[in-house]
């Protein structure tokens, strides 16, 4: 069965630095997504993205977040300057389509750590 | 506003026995909802989902759930539980409001003891 993967697992970083994160989605779907999950909190909504450009972003998804679809299998999320504040798990998620009953399709996640 | 609660963070049953995992919504619009399972270094499997046809609606593995418009309310519940079972479990809504918003529940984790 198809699936959403995801590297690294597990990312640790600096303060300041830049973090790419990346997924590659399942092959015949068109929408995109990230998601975060800081510990011990909900998993929350960053960003939607559709025909190579951002469809929907949340207030989390600000100006230093970054997603790109570099060629025809990944998808990527880049943190320009992590804050403390970043470390969170990460998920990808894909779909054929997007409306309220398309089912998305999750990846295993990549932890962030920022120190 | 859209709001998904999840009535416990962790749920401990004994093999063979059932499972019920609580979950509620608000929303102003017509909702999707769905249950994903997450297993440890996994990611989040679609157990069910409901869209708006039949209330009760069956998913992999034995589990179902029903919604239920009056209480708001899309119970997981599976007859008898399997230690495979045991792993973090997501209510997820989803609405169209002029955009698409999809909310998730805060996850309950369930244990199965032997």
């Known amino acids: 069965e198809p699936e959403v993967t995801q590297t690294p697992s597990h990312q640790v970083t600096q303060m300041g630095q830049e973090v790419i994160l990346r997924c590659v989605p399942i092959?015949?779907?068109?929408?995109f997504y990230w998601y975060r999950q800081i510990l011990g909190q909900k998993v929350e909504f960053l960003v939607s993205?559709?025909?190579?450009?951002?469809?929907?972003k949340s207030e989390i998804f600000d100006d230093q977040f970054s997603v790109e679809r570099p060629d025809g299998s990944n998808f990527t999320l880049k943190i320009r300057s992590t804050k403390l504040e970043d470390s969170a798990m990460y998920f990808c998620?894909?779909?054929?389509?997007?409306?309220?009953?398309?089912?998305?399709?999750f990846g295993p996640g990549t932890r962030l750590t920022v120190l | 506003a859209q709001s998904v609660t999840q009535l416990d963070s962790h749920v401990s049953v004994s093999e063979g026995t059932p499972v019920l995992l609580r979950c509620n919504y608000s929303s102003s619009y017509s909702p999707s909802l769905f249950w994903y399972v997450q297993h440890p270094n996994k990611g989040l499997q679609l157990l069910l989902k409901?869209?708006?046809?039949?209330?009760l609606v069956k998913g992999i593995n034995g589990f179902e759930a029903e919604f239920k418009k009056s209480e708001t309310s899309f119970h997981l519940t599976k007859p008898s539980a399997h230690m495979s079972d045991a792993a973090e479990y997501f209510c997820v809504v989803s609405v169209d409001t002029g955009g698409f918003k999809t909310i998730f529940g805060a996850g309950t984790r369930l244990f199965v003891k032997a």
């Open positions: 409901y869209t708006s046809a039949a209330t």
């Open positions: 998620a894909s779909s054929i389509d997007r409306g309220r009953t398309d089912t998305q399709y």
């Open positions: 993205f559709y025909n190579n450009e951002i469809s929907e």
């Open positions: 092959s015949n779907h068109l929408y």
